[in-house]
Antibody, heavy 127, light 111 residues
Framework: QVHLVESGGGVVQPGESLRLSCAASGFSFSSYAMHWVRQAPGKGLEWVAVISYDGSNKFYADSVKGRFTIFRDSSRLLLQMYSLRREDTAVYYC??????????????????????WGQGTLVTVSS | QSALTQPRSVSGSPGHSVTISCTGT?????????VSWYQQLPGKAPKLMIY???ERPSGVPDRFSGSKSGNTASLTISGLQAEDEADYYCCSYVGSYPLYVFGTGTRVTVL
């Protein structure tokens, strides 16, 4: 079955960098666009970024554009975060698109919302 | 792009129905039939309950249903059960930056 395991979270100071990883298994990873979504403590969900099934299309939330980079390899989804701010403190979830690229090829699958989610990794930005 | 508007909380008795609204604009909910709904139990990751306005993923009970009218989408839970007590979020495709926007979230309480 679908298995997503996030790692790489931790405590960093403002201005520092961090790389999150999401290990995927149990499904055809290369057939899905993938998302990052975050949730600040006690707050709601915020969409962060999406990458197409083949890595050719990437889209970001305004709040992270220019500071975060989403990318993928054969079995992992990654999020490189630079110039971290206190407001980036959150649990970061990786998620598949809700269906494979075959259902909706437009944008390389980026037009499909998050489907299956991992358990998340906590990033704390604090001095 | 502002978050989609949901009621802060709704409640209902076991066996009854509750409906959660999700109000956006003509640029998001009103433009695309790409609204999804997520259930988040305390301390857990969100779970997809509805996608593309009214489609249910495999394994989601048919007590959960989705619909849309104009700029407002809705999630209805019929035959409410204690296990349905959770936070629920809607999400809409926007088509431009940012590509997706979530709702403010609704706490469902089973009385």
């Amino acid at each position: 079955q679908v298995h997503l395991v996030e790692s790489g979270g931790g405590v960093v100071q403002p201005g520092e960098s961090l790389r999150l990883s999401c290990a995927a298994s149990g499904f055809s990873f290369s057939s899905y666009a993938m998302h990052w979504v975050r949730q600040a403590p006690g707050k709601g969900l915020e969409w962060v970024a999406v990458i197409s099934y083949d890595g050719s299309n990437k889209f970001y939330a305004d709040s992270v554009k220019g500071r975060f980079t989403i990318f993928r390899d054969s079995s992992r989804l990654l999020l490189q975060m630079y110039s971290l701010r206190r407001e980036d403190t959150a649990v970061y979830y990786c998620a598949t698109a809700h269906s494979t690229i075959a259902k909706r090829p437009g944008g390389g699958g980026t037009m499909m919302a998050p489907g299956f989610w991992g358990q998340g990794t906590l990033v704390t930005v604090s001095s | 792009q502002s978050a989609l508007t949901q009621p802060r909380s709704v409640s209902g008795s076991p066996g009854h129905s509750v409906t959660i609204s999700c109000t956006g604009t003509s640029n998001d909910v009103g433009r695309y039939n790409y609204v999804s709904w997520y259930q988040q139990l305390p301390g857990k990751a969100p779970k997809l309950m509805i996608y593309d306005v009214s489609e249910r993923p495999s394994g989601v009970p048919d007590r959960f249903s989705g619909s849309k009218s104009g700029n407002t989408a809705s999630l209805t839970i019929s035959g409410l059960q204690a296990e349905d007590e959770a936070d629920y979020y809607c999400c809409s495709y926007v088509g431009s930056y940012p590509l997706y926007v979530f709702g403010t979230g609704t706490r469902v309480t089973v009385l």
